[in-house]
T-cell receptor, first 117, second 116 residues
C-alpha cells in the first residue's frame, strides 16, 4: 500500500513569492492535514481538510491557505513568503474524522523542505 | 485547551537496556494519545495510540506505552533498546472538543540515542 506522498521534496523561494506544496493521501483516506515543523518551534498544526472542506485551522495567518480536490489530494499555498516560513511542511492523512469519531491516527508523508531566501 | 510535555530533550541508553520516553498531557475531557517516531530527513511514523480500554498499549517495533490517568502520563517503553531505535520521538494528544477537531498537539520531541 502506497503511503502519503508529497511534492516537491525541496522548494527554494525568494521572500515575497508564493509557494505551492502538494500532497496525495493514502488510498481510502479522505482527511488531509498539514503541519509545519520549523526549527525551534516544533510541529504545529496548520490545516485540516475533509471531503473538500476546510474543517479546522491552526494559528497561522491567512496567507497560508489550501484546498482539497475531489480525489482527496491537497495543495498548501503560502503567499507573500517570509524568511520565517522556512520549514519542513508535513502532510498527513487519515480515515474520515467526525465529531464523534476523532480517534483515527494520522499517517505522515516525508515532507517538503521549503527554504525562503 | 490541550497540551503535551516531553520533559527530556534527550535520552541516552545502552543497547539491550530498557528504554523509557516520558510524556505528560493536559486536556479537557478524555484524551486521545499518540506516539510517533521521526528518523532524519523523514516524516513521522505512527507507533501506537491510546483511545480507551486497556491502559497498556502495544505498538510497532516492540514499543508499548502505559496510560496513567491519575498522573496524566503516557510514557513510551521498550524492554530492550536497539541501536536502530535512535531517532526523535514525539508524543501527541487530541481531545474531543471542536477546537481541537482534527488537530494533533505535539510535544517538543525527545531525541533517543542508543549506544552499542
Amino acid at each position: 500500500e502506497a503511503g502519503v506522498t508529497q511534492s516537491p521534496t525541496h522548494l527554494i523561494k525568494t521572500r515575497g513569492q508564493q509557494a505551492t506544496l502538494r500532497c496525495s493521501p493514502i488510498s481510502g483516506h479522505t482527511s488531509v492535514y498539514w503541519y509545519q515543523q520549523a526549527l525551534g518551534l516544533g510541529l504545529q498544526f496548520l490545516l485540516w481538510y475533509d471531503e473538500g472542506e476546510e474543517r479546522n485551522r491552526g494559528n497561522f495567518p491567512p496567507r497560508f491557505s489550501g484546498r482539497q480536490f475531489p480525489n482527496y489530494s491537497s495543495e498548501l499555498n503560502v503567499n507573500a513568503l517570509e524568511l520565517e516560513d522556512s520549514a519542513l511542511y508535513l502532510c498527513a492523512s487519515s480515515l474520515a474524522g467526525t465529531r464523534t469519531t476523532n480517534s483515527y491516527e494520522q499517517y505522515f508523508g516525508p515532507g517538503t523542505r521549503l527554504t525562503v531566501t | 485547551a490541550q497540551s503535551v510535555a516531553q520533559p527530556e530533550d534527550q535520552v541516552n541508553v545502552a543497547e539491550g537496556n530498557p528504554l523509557t520516553v516520558k510524556c505528560t498531557y493536559s486536556v479537557s475531557g478524555n484524551p486521545y494519545l499518540f506516539w510517533y517516531v521521526q528518523y532524519p530527513n523523514r516524516g513521522l511514523q505512527f507507533l501506537l495510540k491510546y483511545i480507551t480500554g486497556d491502559n497498556l498499549v502495544k505498538g510497532s517495533y516492540g514499543f508499548e506505552a502505559e496510560f496513567n490517568k491519575s498522573q496524566t502520563s503516557f510514557h513510551l517503553k521498550k524492554p530492550s533498546a536497539l541501536v536502530s531505535d535512535s531517532a526523535l520521538y514525539f508524543c501527541a494528544v487530541r481531545d474531543g472538543s471542536t477546537d481541537s477537531w482534527g488537530k494533533l498537539q505535539f510535544g517538543a520531541g525527545t531525541q533517543v540515542v542508543v549506544t552499542p
